[in-house]
């Protein structure tokens, strides 16, 4: 039975919340004032408190600010019949769930209370957040121990025992620069200069100038020298993000001073020497870009000497757990307020979306989520609409994602630990599924396709069980296919129709 505590000093109030809420499922107490309802909230331990601001005596905020300091996760809906702006902005900041003007819609209230008291339910199961990583890991903000990240660290120690160029590639919002800078902070120029400039970030015709620098009077503008990276950072390391979007004219400079060590600044005729180890990393594909000549060839063989290339973020979904540990923790270093926890839904929504943006879009998502919750948990209400929506996880009217966001069956047991978390289809078009018959597997697939008209059941299945298959072989085709119970040249086709060579690399 859920538990109501209305705290108004109104008696018509009162007895209108009891009208309106109790019966056989729900229990509704009172109480007069701030200091009569914190009293009954340590005796009766309610699932939902919905409070007055203004009241004799203790005045709501004052009781919601002691509400919040004994229990974090008790949801609490504020009314009051003087609403102001700054009345509203208080009470959310200090962790309201929600706040309503009197005289409030009744249906609008009611919608509000189910809302809350399903919060309050996934509250009792949040999962804490546990220390999953070392020290050393949230320094250098690299998470992760999936098999795609784990080749990652072994090619981040094996460069950072020399001075090798180094080419970071992997789609935007992967972590190319940390990856860069985790190369630098282990090399023996760890002491020295790291410099990171974003080739695509400045203007063509000031790209050359910002690398090489310029002597006075080079062009109209330079009343004065000016030193460029290669210099400022000699001895030390040198990121050149977005490389592939550099002019052909830098490329040709750049060339130069990997082969010599040599430049001239821009206006000048004195040879500067320099000692710069180069990092460069897109998220274009340079092969390309080479067989359409907007990529000098003999750069790319320049830079391309290691190449460290970064999985997508659903090509390592067993990793969302430690991400969303790692961003909590950052994220509540000198809060006042700093969220804990998460709940197993959150997880389950996390696991499923595709994550176009990658790592960014998570911390992003993240970040959003810990400023809107209300409550020490992330709740799926505080998750943005497009992370929901694109799981196909069914919503409610007030927009919260429904406790049946997964593919479970009655009884399926979801494990609060982040250890445990299953991790959803590669591609992202399917949810993460459970353990069951074939038949059952069938059922809660219609079932899924039923909440998202535009998935395709037989494509989307067949897709990832070619890629499970690879994964599974490391991608042998001659076993994948046996394992499939198809034929190598059925297998390649299959490859060659869902586009998993270009996302697998498969040859």
């Known amino acids: 039975m859920d538990k109501l505590l209305i705290i108004d000093d109104e008696a018509d109030i009162l007895r209108s919340f009891r009208r309106l809420f109790e019966g056989p499922e729900v229990q509704v107490n009172t109480a007069g004032s701030g200091e009569e309802g914190l009293a009954l909230i340590a005796e009766l331990k309610p699932d939902l408190v919905i409070m ?18 004994t229990d974090a996760r008790l949801p609490v809906i504020m009314m009051t019949a003087y609403g102001t702006t700054q009345t509203a902005i208080e009470a959310m900041k200090l962790g309201a769930f929600d706040y309503l003007l009197k005289p409030f819609d009744v249906p609008r209230m009611k919608e509000l209370v189910t809302g809350a008291l399903r919060a309050a339910g996934q509250m009792k199961g949040v999962v804490a957040v546990e220390p999953l990583l070392e020290a050393e890991d949230y320094e250098l903000g690299i998470v992760g121990r999936s098999p795609a990240m784990q080749t990652v660290f072994k090619l981040v120690g094996q460069l950072a025992a020399s001075d090798a160029t180094a080419l970071i590639t992997g789609e935007s919002g992967t972590g190319k620069e940390l990856v860069a800078r985790a190369i630098y902070t282990h090399s023996r120029r760890a002491q020295q200069t790291f410099v990171a400039i974003n080739c695509a970030a400045i203007p063509e015709n000031l790209l050359e100038t910002e690398l090489f620098g310029h002597e006075k009077g080079a062009f109209t503008g330079a009343t004065q020298q000016r030193i460029g990276k290669f210099e400022q950072c000699n001895r030390g390391t040198l990121f050149l993000d977005e490389i592939g979007d550099m002019p052909l004219t830098t490329q040709t400079k750049i060339l130069r001073v990997l082969q010599s060590g040599t430049f001239e600044r821009v206006g000048g005729n004195e040879t500067v020497k320099v000692d710069v180890r180069v990092i460069a990393a897109t ?123 997964s593919l479970r069956r009655p009884g399926d047991v979801i494990s609060p630990s982040f250890r445990s978390l299953e991790p959803a289809a590669a591609s992202g078009s399917l949810p993460a599924v459970v353990e069951g018959d074939l038949t059952s597997l069938a059922q809660a697939l219609f079932r899924w396709a039923r909440s998202r008209s535009s998935l395709k059941i037989l494509p989307a299945v067949e897709r990832e069980l070619v890629i499970e298959a690879l994964k599974e072989t490391q991608g042998n085709q001659v076993q994948a296919a046996k394992l499939l119970g198809i034929t190598r040249a059925t297998l390649r086709k299959r490859i060659d129709k869902f586009g998993i060579r270009r996302e697998m690399n498969v040859s």
């Open 283 to 405: 998220h274009r594909g340079l092969e390309r870009a080479v067989a359409e000549r907007s990529f000098r060839e003999d750069l790319f063989y320049r830079l391309n000497v290691v190449r460290v290339p970064l999985p997508p973020l659903r090509d390592r979904r067993e990793d969302i757990p430690m991400l969303v540990d790692y961003f909590l923790r950052r994220f509540g270093k000198g809060t006042s307020r700093p969220i804990k926890a998460v709940v197993p839904e959150v997880l389950q929504i996390l696991a499923a979306h595709h994550w176009p943006g990658n790592v960014r879009e998570l911390e992003n998502v993240i970040r959003r989520a810990t400023v809107v919750a209300t409550g020490d948990a992330i709740l799926p209400r505080d998750l943005p609409p497009e992370v929901t929506k694109s799981t196909g996880a069914p919503t409610s009217a007030s927009g919260d994602p429904a406790s049946e966001v």
């Open 52 to 69: 007055d601001i203004r009241m004799g005596g203790l005045n709501g905020l004052e009781t919601l600010r002691r509400i919040r300091e």
